[in-house]
């Protein structure tokens, strides 16, 4: 069972919302707009809902379980500090301590179509 380290509802404007190493101002940019997430070495970029259909759920979870929804990303994070959920554009971040390292992260979004709802599972170290 995953163990829930933040939640928040955030304004995602510019119907996004990230999690990145705390300080990383450099997120990865849209390829072709339509992508699920987008991600780096130390980011990810989650696309949403529009802003003016409201706020959106961001959850942090530590753990290997899925969680609803539907995972739109696989993949590995490297943190110094610190990771920081929300929206860079609204200044609307959450900060969530993190051991520092290389984490397995997993994104889960519900609904499929303009997500209400994102979900970082950061993997219980250690892995293989």
């Given at each position: 069972m995953n163990e829930l380290l933040a939640e928040a509802r955030v304004l995602p404007?510019?119907?996004?919302?990230?999690?990145?190493?705390?300080?990383?101002?450099?997120?990865?940019?849209?390829?072709?707009?339509?992508?699920?997430?987008?991600?780096?070495?130390?980011?990810?970029?989650?696309?949403?809902?529009p802003d003016t259909a409201g706020?959106?759920?961001?959850?942090v979870l530590l753990g290997d379980d899925a969680e609803a929804g539907t995972r739109v990303?696989?993949?590995?994070?490297?943190?110094?500090?610190a990771i920081e959920v929300g929206s860079v554009v609204a200044s609307d971040l959450v900060t969530v301590p993190?051991?520092?390292?290389?984490h397995r992260l997993a994104v889960f979004v519900h609904p499929a179509e303009?997500?209400?709802?994102?979900?970082?599972v950061l993997g219980r170290q250690p892995w293989t």
């Open positions: 404007l510019h119907a996004q919302v990230s999690a990145h190493d705390r300080g990383t101002t450099d997120l990865p940019d849209w390829v072709t707009g339509s992508e699920a997430a987008v991600h780096s070495e130390r980011a990810v970029v989650v696309a949403t809902r706020d959106v759920l961001v959850r990303l696989d993949g590995r994070i490297t943190v110094s500090t993190v051991a520092p390292g290389e303009a997500p209400s709802v994102v979900s970082f």
